[in-house]
């Protein structure tokens, strides 16, 4: 390419930018006026609904595979003149497709610098890789239909063939069904395949000429200013955790004050768990928030394995009550990046409606006390907040009952919101207990706040209950956020009833953390 070209190319690249700066305002119109259409027919309706090791998959997101796809074939077969060409540019777009694999160390900081939520950063992460993966092959199939010569003497040849195996190899262990058995050592394995794939990548294109070679310079240099980077957002804390049965709370005591808005997470790592925790982070949702800086954040932990596992180990070994107890080695030194994740804007909604099943409540509270904060500073225009909180086990509702109280204590507009505790018919005798401490902590405060009652929350007359209620109000005829942080059963349901009521501006929101 020649310096000309560049030159037009980064002019060309400057005149749009200033362009769609200037028109931003009718580009953000046209957006409005498409996004219920858009939910309508392509985001809310699903193709292929949720299996255990993949989906669900919404008409929007096969349409946009589609054109991944389509413009990844058309660019390797535009003009095609033969094989080898096409080969040749195969592999070139498989490096460009890696950039996104390759730009960070973690997963949670990229989707921070993109302004995009986790769980659509790891959609990317996986489309490219399968993409990137399945060039690299349509390139070796070229080499081996010449019938040229492959002579692994050659260094070039041989770091080539390690790099395409690491990265076939690195695909097929991302499978679900193999991470269910063990996710620690996997992601483990994974990483350490992604260097080797990455170094190998690199000493094949050393003698190739500079344009491949440019793709590796390109992701090089992102991966390591993204690293550096990551450094000024690592943050030292001291850890004091207790144990409700199943559940653990963890108080991070800060270093220095730190700003977390509502919904939040860290990325925490405990060392002194074992050597091997030295190596693992895992993302926690922040349950605390202050519209100030905080000096100490709240963690609720679900054990699910790992890490997560040893640590309720380390509280629970010898000991033969059920009672919260410290570990006798605390506080101990953790250490977390973030805070990561984008705060929904709430307050700018008329009515939300909070959906949430055992430990799920966790990712809520923040937004609760955000909300009433907003409420009480007048700094928000929500007017109704509804609460529903399914919960399967008592141990989940005493872990959390003091931010509960908390948030009842503070209420302020406690007549235009219900707070409604449901829990299934097959929980054990004990869940009485929970609901008499509600009921208990409701009569001091604000007996219309709380109704409890067993069995699932009736979800569709919870939702036409509160859009009868906003259309009776004629002062309140905004936007209304439903908000889940639920079971997979929990989510789909509601994401079925929201479609409904789409053309009444109301929208669904699933919030970073969801329980198993």
Not at 192 to 213: D, F, T
Not at 381 to 397: A, F, I, K, P, Y
Not at 462 to 469: N, S, Y
Not at 480 to 507: A, F, H, I, K, W
Request: net charge positive.
């Amino acid at each position: 390419m020649e310096i000309t070209q560049l030159y037009a190319i980064a002019t060309g690249g400057i005149l749009v930018i200033l362009m769609l700066v200037n028109f931003r305002p009718y580009i953000e119109a046209l957006l409005r006026a498409a996004s219920l259409p858009t939910s309508k027919y392509l985001t809310y309706p699903r193709i292929i609904h949720r299996h255990r090791y993949f989906g669900p998959w919404s008409r929007a997101d096969v349409t946009v595979q589609f054109l991944y796809i389509a413009v990844n074939t058309f660019c390797v077969g535009f003009r095609f003149p033969n094989v080898s060409t096409a080969g040749l540019r195969a592999a070139n777009l498989s490096l460009i497709n890696m950039v996104p694999n390759f730009a960070g160390s973690h997963l949670s900081f990229l989707a921070d610098i993109l302004g995009v939520p986790l769980r659509t950063y790891q959609q990317i992460h996986r489309s490219s890789g399968i993409m990137s993966v399945s060039l690299l092959l349509f390139h070796v199939l070229t080499i081996i239909g010449s019938r040229n010569p492959f002579p692994l003497q050659v260094a070039e040849n041989l770091w080539g063939l390690i790099g395409g195996c690491s990265l076939l190899l690195l695909l097929l262990l991302s499978n679900p069904f193999l991470r269910s058995f063990s996710y620690e050592i996997l992601i483990r394995i994974h990483q350490a395949l992604a260097v080797v794939s990455a170094y190998s990548i690199w000493r094949h294109l050393e003698l190739k000429p500079l344009v491949p070679r440019i793709y590796a310079y390109i992701f090089a240099a992102t991966f390591l200013s993204t690293f550096l980077l990551q450094g000024f957002f690592i943050h030292r804390s001291q850890a004091r955790i207790v144990h409700f049965e199943d559940t653990i709370k963890v108080e991070l005591t800060l270093s220095r004050p730190l700003k977390v808005k509502a919904g939040q997470y860290i990325n925490l790592w405990i060392p002194s768990l074992s050597f091997w925790s030295t190596f693992q982070s895992h993302p926690f949702t922040v349950a605390s928030w202050s519209d100030r800086e905080q000096v100490s954040l709240d963690l609720f932990i679900e054990p699910r394995g790992g890490m997560t596992q040893k640590l309720l180990h380390r509280l629970t070994f010898g000991s033969d009550s059920s009672q919260p107890r410290l570990d006798g080695s605390l506080p101990r030194l953790a250490l977390f990046s973030g805070p990561h994740g984008i705060s929904a804007p709430v307050g700018d909604y008329e009515t939300v409606l909070m959906v949430s099943s055992g430990s799920g409540i966790v990712a809520q509270l923040p937004y609760l006390k955000q909300l009433i904060y907003g409420y009480n500073s007048r700094k928000s225009r929500t007017r109704r907040v509804h609460l529903v909180w399914q919960l399967e086990t008592r141990e989940t509702g005493i872990a959390v009952q003091s931010i509960i109280n908390e948030v009842l204590t503070n209420d302020a507009f406690h007549i235009k919101r219900r707070n409604t505790v449901g829990r299934d018919n097959g929980s054990d005798s004990g869940s009485a207990d929970l609901e008499r401490s509600i009921e208990r902590v409701d009569a001091v405060q604000h007996p219309q706040l709380v109704n409890v009652h067993n069995g699932p929350a009736d979800l569709e007359k919870i939702l036409r209950g509160e859009m009868e209620a906003k259309l009776q109000e004629a002062e309140e005829r905004g936007e209304t956020l439903v908000m889940v942080s639920g079971t997979d059963e929990l989510r789909d349901q509601l994401r079925e009833l929201v479609r409904t009521y789409l053309d009444n501006q109301m929208s669904l929101l699933e919030l970073e953390y969801q329980p198993a």
